[in-house]
């Protein structure tokens, strides 16, 4: 019996064919390349995020805030993948993972941002305008990382990110005038 199964051309036809079926089918489950699976599993990792921050109610503030959670939630992976997963996966596999992550992760924020700010059109109103600067501020972050990257070259997505929120800046400016003047008069 060992014979008849060591030589292809002895195998009955179906032990032959369930052999070609099951070669294929490991081939098709094999892992991607080390350096796809990080790029890969950050993006799954950005929309199982996205999903977790779905509003309940649906409405541009709403939508607002939970855009500004996802940003925070990906700054602060990015932090953790600098402070200690880059460091296990360079030394493994010679894999910058903070870089990849971070490429990664700016194009699809960035993507989800410029969204929202066309969803919220040129006329903003204060509250709106005070989501806005959160989420700049955020977003401001999230660039500064970028310098902690081995890749500081090149352009990215996030690149002039503050031409989005030109809409925002006289609602920010109103705040501004507002509080100093609030201020002012508390103090005299």
């Known amino acids: 019996m060992a014979t008849l199964l060591s030589h292809p051309q002895q195998r009955p036809p179906f032990l032959r064919q369930a052999i070609k079926i099951r070669r294929r089918r490991v081939r098709d489950l094999q892992d991607p390349p080390p350096q796809m699976a990080p790029e ?48 296990i996966f360079h ?46 501020i955020s977003l401001k972050e999230l660039c500064q990382l970028r310098m902690s990257s081995s890749e500081r070259d090149g352009v990215l997505a996030l690149d002039n990110f503050h031409r989005w929120f030109q809409p925002a800046i006289p609602s920010w400016l109103q705040k501004t005038y507002n509080e100093a003047l609030a201020r002012v008069q508390r103090a005299v």
Request: proline share 3%; net charge negative; aromatic share 8%.
């Open 91 to 136: 030394n493994t596999l010679k894999i910058h993972l903070f870089s990849m992550a971070f490429r990664e992760l700016q194009w699809l924020v960035a993507k989800r941002v410029q969204d929202h700010t066309t969803v919220v059109g040129d006329v903003v109103s204060p509250e709106m305008g005070e989501s806005l600067f959160q989420l700049y």
């Open 40 to 87: 890969t599993g950050t993006t799954e990792w950005f929309h199982l995020k996205q999903q977790h921050h779905q509003p309940m109610v649906q409405g541009i503030p709403e939508a607002g805030k939970a855009l500004l959670g996802l940003v925070q939630d990906v700054i602060g992976d990015l932090h953790q993948c600098q402070r200690t997963w880059d460091k």
